[in-house]
């Protein structure tokens, strides 16, 4: 069941990236993030009432506290990398975060990756340079260059290597709590925590539509039951294991990255990703 229920958040994951870009072209990036996790709001609190609450320890407080301020930090950066840059270039850099988890485990533990995990990275690299092939007429390090030139990919590769904390801090909690209960909590703290920062930061102000009300609650909708599918895969297996099926949502966001926005150069771009994504899988199944 868990590999159900982490295809379900790869797609819902990727569906509602693709409706939360298309908010992103008329409004303020601080309103849409906002907008995102208020119309998911009342799902969250509906789903806390029915989980109940579970008994709760030092270790669920310890990792839900540390991770909310990194998980805030986080979806600033990648809402503002969605509204930045075609999704064909900036979904795909989340297939770093083990990267980071490797480096991370290195300096701190001094553990070694295994061959097939050093493939693995390798594979990552090749793939981030196949998103920009067409700019290696240029130079052989045009592509790399290009990744630095596009804002969206740098703040997603930020996104990533945050994600690689709270993926484990994320599992630690559920495990002293629920699925259900975690997921929900964590994000309406996280609700009650960035309302405040959107105000200040907000070009615009917070102020819904009525155009509004229908996108904001599809995309709100959908937030919310990929966050419910994530907690409920990642209460039934390995961590590694359940994103890496997860990370299926760069090749359902670069899809309707053509679909919906046109957007250029998508067979490298999609090739790319098949290569990454690849190279994810040596990483997580091969650590």
């Not at 301020?69 to 986080?74: D, N, V």
């Not at 850099?93 to 061959?115: C, H, Q, R």
């Not at 919906?260 to 040596?282: C, D, H, K, Q, T």
């Amino acid at each position: 069941m868990w590999i159900a229920y982490a295809l379900l958040t790869a797609f819902m994951l990727a569906t509602c990236d693709a409706l939360t870009k298309k908010a992103l072209a008329s409004r303020d990036a601080y309103f849409v993030a906002w907008a995102r996790l208020f119309f998911a709001l009342p799902f969250f609190i509906a789903s806390l009432f029915i989980a109940g609450i579970p008994k709760l320890d030092y270790y669920f407080w310890r990792a839900a506290l540390i991770a909310v301020p990194l998980e805030i930090a986080a979806y600033i950066l990648y809402i503002k990398s969605l509204k930045a840059s075609p999704l064909s270039l900036t979904m795909p850099f989340l297939a770093l975060t083990p990267v980071f988890v490797i480096l991370i485990s290195y300096i701190m533990l001094g553990e070694k990756v295994s061959a097939a995990g050093g493939t693995g990275i390798l594979l990552l690299a090749a793939g981030g340079y196949m998103l920009n092939m067409h700019k290696a007429g240029e130079s052989v390090l045009q592509p790399f260059k290009e990744i630095l030139r596009e804002p969206g990919s740098v703040m997603m590769i930020a996104v990533a290597f945050i994600y690689s904390f709270t993926a484990s801090l994320g599992k630690m909690a559920i495990m002293h709590s629920s699925p259900a209960f975690f997921g929900s909590l964590y994000f309406i703290l996280i609700t009650i925590l960035f309302t405040p920062i959107a105000f200040i930061k907000s070009r615009e102000s917070i102020l819904i539509k009525k155009k509004d009300l229908f996108p904001f609650l599809m995309i709100g909708m959908t937030f919310f039951l990929m966050i419910i599918f994530h907690m409920k895969a990642m209460s039934l297996t390995n961590v590694a294991y359940m994103i890496s099926v997860k990370r299926m949502s760069l090749l359902i966001s670069i899809f309707y990255g053509y679909l919906i926005f046109r957007e250029s150069n998508i067979r490298e771009r999609a090739l790319g990703s098949l290569v990454m994504f690849a190279g994810f899988l040596l990483i997580v199944l091969n650590p």
